[in-house]
């Protein structure tokens, strides 16, 4: 009896630490797993958002002012009582007849321009019809001189050297001592520039009537030797 008591206690031990195993397995592998970390763990806290309108006035500019465009520098040089030495160059080297009033041949033509000085302004005739009518530019100073004359040289591009300007579609009218006046376009200066450009309507040559440069070429086309040329007030 004595023998079979012991080894009931001894089978009741082992199986309380059986017992007690299985349950600490158990509930370390409860533990760790993703369950009882969705039990137990804390919730991570989230950071609340906290905003507001706010009514931000619109920001104001102040432009600073760009300074003025700077033109080109027009040449207006002041004539002087001695009229300078005009010197004509062609440019293509072609001889073009140049006449004095003596030697200018007599004209059976019907062309006619008239150059009217009050009102700077050239009107162009063929026969009874007015063909062409332009603004145009005489000599400062009364520097144009009136009367009737004639077509008595023409020049493709005339070199001016006093002033050193090309004067284009140069048509000579007449002499004034070691000067010819005449009928150009606007004079290009040896910088490309054109000299008095957007002052047509006012006196500014030196003596010559001066036109724009897409009249000039019309003009110069149109013109003959000997072509009536009258200047008046």
């Given amino acids: 009896m004595k023998s079979s008591s012991g080894r009931f206690r001894a089978a009741s031990c082992l199986f309380l630490v059986l017992l007690i195993a299985a349950t600490g397995f158990g509930l370390l592998s409860f533990m760790t797993s993703p369950a009882s970390a969705a039990i137990f763990s804390s919730p991570t806290p989230t950071q609340e958002n906290l905003w507001a309108y706010v009514d931000l006035p619109k920001p104001t500019y102040t432009a600073t002012p760009l300074p003025p465009p700077t033109d ?24 073009v007849p140049t006449y004095s009033p003596e030697q200018a041949p007599s004209y059976g033509g019907s062309k006619y321009i008239l150059v009217d000085i009050s009102e700077q302004h050239m009107y162009v005739y063929e026969g009874d019809a007015l063909i062409y009518s332009w603004v145009a530019s005489t000599g400062m100073n009364n520097a144009t001189r009136v009367g009737t004359f004639a077509v ?82």
């Fill in 72 to 95: 080109i520098p027009t040449l207006t040089p002041v004539p002087t009582e001695t009229p300078a030495q005009l010197v004509m160059e062609l440019v293509d080297n072609t001889p």
């Fill in 152 to 233: 008595q040289s023409k020049i493709p591009n005339a070199w001016g050297s006093t002033w050193s300007i090309w004067m284009p579609n140069w048509l000579g009218i007449y002499w004034a001592g070691g000067l010819e006046n005449g009928i150009h376009a606007l004079p290009i200066l040896p910088n490309g520039a054109t000299l008095w450009a957007g002052l047509l309507g006012r006196p500014i040559s030196y003596g010559c009537v001066v036109l724009g440069t897409y009249e000039s070429q019309l003009l110069y086309d149109w013109a003959e030797i000997g072509t009536p040329v009258e200047i008046q007030w």
